[in-house]
């Protein structure tokens, strides 16, 4: 039996990534398996939004962080176009809004770099299949996946924000800026009593213990936005 393959059962893919070594390595990887074929190569977003223009391969892999246009942008021009690339995000970290963002654009797939080979191969051929495929498994209901996945980005970017308050961000902001009580309390017309209730609920959810550890605290966590 031949096993050379023909038009009609290759799936054509594009890799779209800023690392050479990465590129040869995924092309040597896919060409091994019977039915895919790797037709070009893009080393920035830019490059991956023409190549899937012009090449309009069945799969685009394309990593986020690259250079000229960044990943999430490429993915957003090339699903205006309405074109019948299948795009997976093959990226080395995402966040849950990222991947929410992503599925949202269009991308029918997520798969980190570290993953194992089976997975990759598994997720392309699921893809092509028609579904979806996050992580480690196939997506059926990507509607509920979605909801699912927005939720826990929304709890995740609250606990970055250690749960403090719109209220207590703010006067964490004041804090970094040298503020004292009376000036915080003038500031957003409230009571001295009030301010120092605020900062004990700020001491205790981020764990500090002096108006320095906070301030401290604060810039490292890039928590304080300007105060004027």
């Known amino acids: ?13 594009l890799i779209a990534d800023d690392h050479t070594i990465f590129r040869d390595g995924l092309r040597r990887l ?27 391969p069945d799969v685009l892999l394309l990593d986020l962080a690259m250079p000229r246009v960044p990943g999430m942008e490429a993915l957003r021009e090339l699903t205006t176009d309405h074109g019948t690339t299948k795009i997976i995000i093959l990226t080395a970290a995402i966040e849950k809004a990222q991947i929410v963002e992503a ?6 797939g997520i798969i980190l770099k570290e993953s194992a080979t089976q997975l990759l191969l598994k997720g392309i051929r699921s893809v092509m299949a028609g579904g979806y495929w996050v992580g480690r498994e196939s997506v059926n209901d990507i509607v509920e996946y979605l909801k699912s ?63 320095l550890e906070l301030a401290l605290f604060a810039i490292n966590h890039r928590l304080a936005e300007p105060v004027s």
């Open 30 to 56: 896919l060409e091994s398996e019977p039915e895919f074929e790797v037709v070009g190569e893009a080393s920035d977003g830019a490059e991956a939004v023409a190549h899937a223009r012009r090449l309009k």
């Open 103 to 108: 599925l949202q654009i269009g991308a029918r």
């Open 149 to 211: 996945t927005a939720a826990g980005a929304q709890a995740d970017a609250q606990a970055k924000n250690f749960g403090l308050t719109k209220r207590e961000m703010e006067i964490l902001g004041t804090i970094v800026a040298g503020f004292t009580n009376k000036e915080i309390a003038k500031k957003f017309t409230l009571s001295e009593d009030t301010v120092k209730h605020h900062l004990t609920n700020i001491f205790d959810k981020v764990g500090v213990s002096s108006r």
């Open 1 to 13: 039996m031949d096993n050379k393959k023909t038009t009609t059962d290759t799936v054509r893919i």
